[in-house]
């Protein structure tokens, strides 16, 4: 589960990660078992950080049934970890929400090139909805024809949402046996998730600025100021930086113009 | 009681937002500058995530065994490792260290 870059980028990158048959040229036709194929190997993967979530959120201090409807009606893993670090950390509802909020806000973007793909007719449009994420989104690009788009659509995001919810229940119910997680190290895990996902984001410098802009202004302010706003505020480095680059190659532009 | 409105204004945040990329109309979130903040979004707010779970307890600052995790991490990230590899050697090595410094 994942927060990221723009729509091709997120192909690219579960191309990594994901079975072979994923990376091979799109054929003209797709045998259907194929498509399965792939969309099963990224649910499977991805379905499984899901313990991951449910002992993070679980040591956080939620309870059970708040940990699984995370997962079922969120159902977007960074958000869900970003709330419950939130959350654990003081933060208040709304500050909390808000953080989880805006790295949902890419999904949006995944879903203008999804409907144009899928071509989903008007009535299951609310019900797909919930399966736009990255993984969907990657595995339904990386598809050739509009029959199997609509199948690696459908088969991973049935598996995700399946496998995600499940290991969150295994999780939290687990994180309890368990006793105290941070002795078992799974403190780390979600600060791993954020990072495996930002990293195949820092291609030009331009997104390096913005992290490392946005990792000062999250620590620097850390201790000054609310818990969870200090991640707000670091979202700004996004806007700074576009507006500084804008800045550069406006007067670029006017020097080459003389 | 507050845990489960901040659950419910996420819950239905993300899922609107999901619903908006299905039902506006193509071309009306396409504009460039639009594009460009919603791929750098993420970027700022992973970064700072990433580094204030590593990097800190409540509201301090503290370098502590998730440091060494989260260059395990990193190590892996290089070495081209799957998601869930990056994830364990994060779980392993934080683990480890705690048990190693007592």
Same mark, same amino acid.
């Given at each position: ?56 959120s679980a040591?956080?201090g939620l309870t059970l049934l708040q940990t699984c409807a995370l ?13 419950v ?87 939290a119910?687990?994180?309890?046996? !368990? ?6 190290? $799974?403190? *780390?895990?979600? %600060?791993?998730?954020?990072? +495996? @996902?930002? #990293? =195949? ?15 000062? !202004? ?6 000054? $100021?609310? *818990?969870?706003? %200090?991640?707000?505020?670091? +979202? @700004?480095? #996004? =806007? ?19 | 009681?507050?845990v489960w409105?901040a659950i ?95």
């Amino acid at each position: 589960m994942a927060a990221r870059r723009s729509v091709p980028d997120v192909a690219e990158q579960t191309a990594q990660t994901a079975p072979p048959a994923i990376r091979t040229e799109p054929a003209a036709a797709k045998p259907d078992s194929a498509v399965v194929r792939d969309a099963l190997g990224v649910g499977v993967a991805v379905g499984l950080s899901g313990f991951a979530f449910g002992v993070t959120s679980a040591g956080s201090g939620l309870t059970l049934l708040q940990t699984c409807a995370l997962s079922l009606l969120v159902f977007t893993g960074a958000s869900q970890f970003a709330l419950v670090g939130a959350l654990a950390a003081g933060g208040n509802p709304f500050t909390a929400a808000a953080g989880a909020f805006f790295l949902g806000v890419r999904n949006a973007f995944y879903g203008l090139r999804l409907s144009q793909l899928l071509a989903l007719p008007r009535f299951v449009r609310p019900f797909a909805a919930h399966w736009v994420i990255d993984e969907t989104t990657a595995v339904t690009l990386a598809q050739p024809s509009r029959r199997s788009a609509r199948l690696g659509f459908t088969v991973t995001g049935l598996t995700l949402y399946v496998l995600w919810n499940l290991t969150t229940l295994v999780g939290a119910v687990g994180a309890e046996a !368990l006793g105290d997680t941070d002795a078992w190290g $799974l403190d *780390a895990a979600s %600060p791993a998730v954020f990072l +495996a @996902l930002l #990293a =195949p984001m820092l291609r030009t410098g331009m997104e390096r600025a913005v992290a490392g802009l946005a990792v000062l !202004l999250a620590v620097g302010l850390l201790p000054v $100021l609310p *818990a969870g706003v %200090p991640v707000l505020v670091a +979202a @700004l480095a #996004a =806007p700074a930086v576009l507006c500084v680059q804008g800045r550069r190659a406006g007067r670029t532009e006017k020097e080459e113009g003389r | 009681m507050s845990v489960w409105i901040a659950i419910g204004a996420t819950a239905i945040g993300c899922y609107l937002v999901k619903l908006l990329g299905l039902l506006v109309p193509a071309g009306a979130l396409e504009r460039p500058l639009v594009k460009r903040l919603a791929a750098l979004l993420p970027v700022a707010l992973l970064a700072a995530l990433t580094a204030q779970q590593t990097f800190s307890t409540g509201q301090q600052l503290m370098l502590d065994a998730r440091g060494a995790g989260l260059a395990a991490a990193a190590l892996a990230l290089v070495l081209r490792a799957p998601f869930l590899v990056v994830v364990g050697a994060a779980v392993v090595v934080t683990a480890g260290v705690r048990a190693v410094s007592g």
